[in-house]
């Protein structure tokens, strides 16, 4: 049973450009949530993704969009990257009755903003 | 919003001690305390969690207790062993059952255990 995978595992972007990343949640999820990890710090809410529409979205600015395919599948979207944006990006995959009662987290992307 | 201050930083014991982590939250509506550890370079793993409507719970050498009235968790590991040695999150949300509870985080302790 594949449990939460992301791509690309490490990505470097330079400031101002675009980035996309990916999640495909675990088998039998349909809820897809992102969070922010900077070195030495918790995670941090970004959004969650259900039945492709944005149902909770934390403290962060509309640069930071998502996605939510018919299969499940998601993708963040970072515009405009600031020095501030290098972190770990964490998806975690729920089904909707458990919301985050049954997270399963992927092992994250580390996006280094130069 | 929801406010998780989590305490200590960092955290040193001798192997076979007891550790304890705590944990204070703001929001009077959380009902969902999850606590996860988290290795170098690995992913957060959820180790045991707790709802409002219980005080206590138990896994083999891990507990949490919850004092609601004083919006505080504490996470108790008992006989602690070199491969507990880790980054441990605690977390608070307004769990509806309904998908829409992003997890608020704290900041984290560092458990080293001392052979």
């Known amino acids: 049973d594949a449990g939460v995978t992301q791509s690309p595992t490490h990505l470097i972007k330079t400031r101002g450009q675009q980035v996309t990343l990916r999640c495909s949640p675990k088998?039998?999820?349909?809820?897809v949530s992102w969070y922010q990890q900077a070195l030495g710090q918790g995670p941090q809410f970004i959004f969650q993704?259900?039945?492709?529409?944005?149902?909770q979205r934390g403290n962060f600015p509309d640069r930071f969009s998502g996605h939510q395919f018919p299969n499940y599948s998601s993708e963040l979207n970072v515009n405009a990257l600031l020095l501030g944006d290098s972190a770990l990006y964490l998806c975690?995959?729920?089904?909707?009755?458990?919301?985050?009662?049954?997270?399963?987290f992927g092992s994250g992307t580390r996006l280094t903003v130069v | 919003g929801e406010n998780v201050e989590q305490h200590p930083s960092t955290l040193s014991v001798q192997e076979g001690d007891s550790a304890v982590i705590k944990c204070t939250y703001s929001?009077?509506?959380?009902?969902?305390f999850p606590w996860y550890k988290q290795e170098l370079g690995k992913r957060p793993q959820l180790i045991i969690d707790?709802?409002?409507?219980?005080g206590e719970k138990k896994d083999q050498r891990i507990a949490v207790t919850l004092n609601k009235t004083a919006k505080h968790f504490s996470l108790h590991i008992t006989e602690t062993q070199p491969e507990d040695s880790a980054v441990y999150f605690c977390?608070?949300?307004?769990?509806?059952?309904?998908?829409?509870?992003?997890?608020?985080f704290g900041k984290g302790t560092h458990l080293i255990i001392q052979p």
């Open positions: 088998s039998g999820h349909d809820t």
């Open positions: 993704y259900y039945e492709e529409e944005e149902r």
């Open positions: 929001d009077s509506a959380s009902n969902y």
């Open positions: 977390a608070a949300t307004p769990f509806s059952g309904g998908g829409a509870d992003g997890l608020t």
């Open positions: 975690a995959s729920s089904s909707l009755g458990q919301g985050s009662y049954g997270y399963t």
């Open positions: 707790i709802r409002s409507n219980v």
